[in-house]
């Protein structure tokens, strides 16, 4: 009896996605459904917060105080995606804290881009244009997405991100077109990033655990390769206006596809930064859990300040 | 559905601008209503998306269940001679 009851209850489920009606907190939802948006909505929080420590690297660091003030927003932006991606997570009922736990813990995973050290101010251009560039790519169709919380957050951060992705590209054509020190500041971040760049949109379908199912559900609107492929196709043309030159002897444009060919990516690479032993895993857990360690007596502080208040209201 | 230990849920409601009603946009966690206000300012108005905030305790809010949807909301749906257009009226009769 209950048995019928949850497949019946599954099919106005899967007609509702189906008929593009969004899923909202306290609607039936699969278990598996709610499991997996948990899954990659908490790694979505914990990527743009993580992706706050290779650019606020470079905040005392910037060149002016135009490019200081812009990061500095930047950085907050960031912060601002982390605390609605969380509150979209907690809306299926994930809970903040364990959530924060599992990413100190390395049980939950972040984007791996955010494990490559920022070695220049060339990178905080590197960064905006193609890390943003490749993120702004993943988001736009989960603006689509099923589950309303995440839809209704991804609306706002791809607002957001537009700025991000156009700063990084201002930081990259200034250098592009200063001195020959410089100009090759700009292509060595390139080289660095590009790869990375392309690895952010995941594993290639084929190898995707998770995609098949996800786009059932409409949690995923295109599949990696192909937004891999977009990424690519609009990236190339602007290296190449500001005169450098992508890291890959492969790539070239294909006629009759319409689209470029690019070389193999290196997925041993990706699997190992994935698996934790790329060059700033450590670090950049280390530094979220000492953020947390360090910033325990003032969330204690408040809170009792709070109880304290509280209680004198009622007394 | 477990509470964290940290600071309680908020929900924000923002008015755009004057004349418009106050929205719901999200939520965050905070130790009280002041810093709820503050973190809500910095969270969801960076780009002059506010003029006022309303923040209220999630835990405060009374919900409809979507399972009653058809009771609460069908008898508005069937009704169809509540809207102007239900009714015939003759060519040729205007301001109506």
Redesign the interface.
Known sequence: MKDLNISKLEAIFQQKIDDDVKIEPNDWMPDAYRKSLIRQISQHAHSEVVGMLPEGNWITRAPNLRRKAVLLAKVQDEAGHGLYLYSAAETLGADREKTIDDLHSGKAKYSSIFNYPTLTWADMGAIGWLVDGAAIMNQVPLCRCSYGPYARAMIRVCKEESFHQRQGFEVINKLAEGTIEQKEMAQDALNRFWWPALMMFGPSDDDSSHTEQSMRWKIKRNTNDELRQMFVDVTVPQAESIGLKVPDPHLKWNEEKECYDFGPIDWDEFWQVVGGNGPCNKERVDARRKAKEDGKWVVEAAMAFANKRNAKKTA | ???????P?WEVFVRSKQGLNHKHV????A??AT?AIKNAR??YT??AEGISIWVVPSNNIT?S???EEDSLFEPSQTKVYRHPTFYDVPDGISHM
């Open positions: 559905m477990s509470e964290s230990k940290g600071w849920l999200g939520s965050l966690r130790s009280d810093m910095d969270v960076r780009r919900a269940d979507p399972s």
